[in-house]
């Protein structure tokens, strides 16, 4: 997770956005409330492995396969 937080920066994303609306280019409303937006969709469970899918868990998406390493398996 340390890694996903290094790359995804909603702080410049925003910072782009209120440029666009203070410069009258964009509406506030075109965007998600900066202050809570957290960037993870809601649970998705429309795969086609028909498995529920958050993606602020992401391993225990894969602990639901029968393959595959498992949180507490060590090579």
Same mark, same amino acid.
Not at 4 to 23: Q, S, T
Not at 40 to 61: C, L, R, V
């Given at each position: 997770? =340390?890694?996903?937080?290094? #790359? ?6 925003? #910072?782009?956005? *209120?440029?666009?609306?203070? =410069? ?5 409303? &075109?965007?998600? =409330?900066?202050?809570? =937006?957290?960037?993870? *969709? ?6 086609? &492995?028909?498995?529920?899918? &958050? ?14 390493? *498992?949180? *507490? &398996?060590?090579?």
């Amino acid at each position: 997770m =340390e890694t996903a937080k290094k #790359v995804y920066r909603p702080d410049i994303y925003a #910072v782009a956005a *209120k440029a666009l609306i203070a =410069e009258g280019k964009a509406k506030a409303s &075109d965007f998600p =409330e900066f202050a809570s =937006e957290t960037g993870f *969709k809601p649970p998705q469970s429309e795969f086609i &492995d028909g498995q529920t899918y &958050d993606g602020t868990k992401p391993n225990a998406y894969l602990e639901n396969f029968p393959i595959g390493l *498992k949180s *507490k &398996d060590q090579i």
